[in-house]
């Protein structure tokens, strides 16, 4: 290698190694760009009403306000009302299958083989598990603990997004001049195809949130599981998250069951691993049409990997970059690079 080329490389290093430090901003632009990208496909829907932009800008803010106010309205209060007691319900029902299950221990059917095992009540398992639990969960709430920091956090996002809702083809025009003038106009092509399938997976994931939704509701209140509308609109939420959302979502209502009967318990579950491989093998690939094709493991390869590196808000966007990534691999480095390489030989 020439000096120059050295030089070229320990540049690089330099600038990855600055791009590193300011990963946690990095992130927050990267949640703005995603917000803008959403609100901006209902800017241009209003606009082919012939308004200009700027009135289209405000329009879709307001719109979606206006939505979120009343959603939050109708929503939240039986939501919050029903969650409060979910959450005293769950160590009655852990305490129920323990009984249970240490009650068959002793008492074994003849099929059963004998089993010198006891689970431990909540308060040994909090005893246990506490330090773990502890660590856990102040990993999770981390993202939430500092609320002066998630609200300046929240505005930035806030004030990104409206900057390039304002404006996108001048921020647009920005990074696309940061690559070589030969290869502008395909790194323009390649931010069309990272729209579009944002765009594509966005609609897909709140289309099939609802499918899960609306599934487990009809098949808990068929059950009689009580808090039907909180267990749903947990299912539907906890989707948005792949591999991860829907284990934790179960939880919820198999605690509920088991404190009516330990057969309920087993059927829930059930019930989930139905709904969520209806989800997973025929609607969403039927609704995003295989636009958006990620295969399970590469999905929870990138979730572990943003989660350990970005922390909480890494995981809830692990999917939108991964796609974004897997867009550039493929254009830029299989497709431009490695294809064309293989033809030259």
Known sequence: MKLTDWIGFLCLIIALIILWQFRQIL??????????????????????FGLKRGVAVL?????????????????LPPFLDQF???????????????IWVNQLIENPPTWLPKL?????NVTQLAQQFGPLAQ??????????SNSIANFLQ????????????????????????????????????????????????????????????????????ILGIPFVFAHALLAGMFNFVPNIGPTASVIFPVAVALLDAPWKALVVIILYVIIQNLESYWFSPLVMQKQVDLLPAITLTAQIFFATFFGVLGLVLALPLT????????ELLLNDLFDKWGAEE
């Not at 409060?84 to 323990?98: A, F, H, S």
């Open 154 to 221: 929240f505005l930035l996002v806030l004030i990104f997004a409206l900057m390039l809702l304002a404006d996108p083809q001048s921020y647009r025009q920005g990074f696309v001049r940061l690559f070589p003038s030969f290869y502008r106009h395909r790194a323009d092509f390649i931010l069309s195809k990272c729209e579009t399938t944002l765009l594509q997976w966005m609609g897909g994931i709140v289309i099939t949130s609802a499918f899960v939704a609306f599934l487990s509701g009809v098949g808990l209140l």
């Open 116 to 120: 010198d095992i006891e689970l431990p």
């Open 84 to 98: 409060q007691e979910l959450i005293k319900l769950v160590p009655i029902g852990y305490d129920k299958l323990r």
């Open 59 to 75: 329009l879709s803010l307001a719109l979606i306000v206006f939505m979120g106010v009343v959603l939050i309205s109708l929503v």
């Open 135 to 144: 660590k856990l969960l102040g990993n999770f709430f981390a993202f939430f």
């Open 323 to 330: 796609v974004v990534s897997k867009t550039w691999i493929e």
């Open 27 to 48: 992130l927050l632009l990267f949640t703005s760009v995603v917000f803008s990208i959403a609100i901006n496909s209902l800017v241009r829907r209003i606009q082919r």
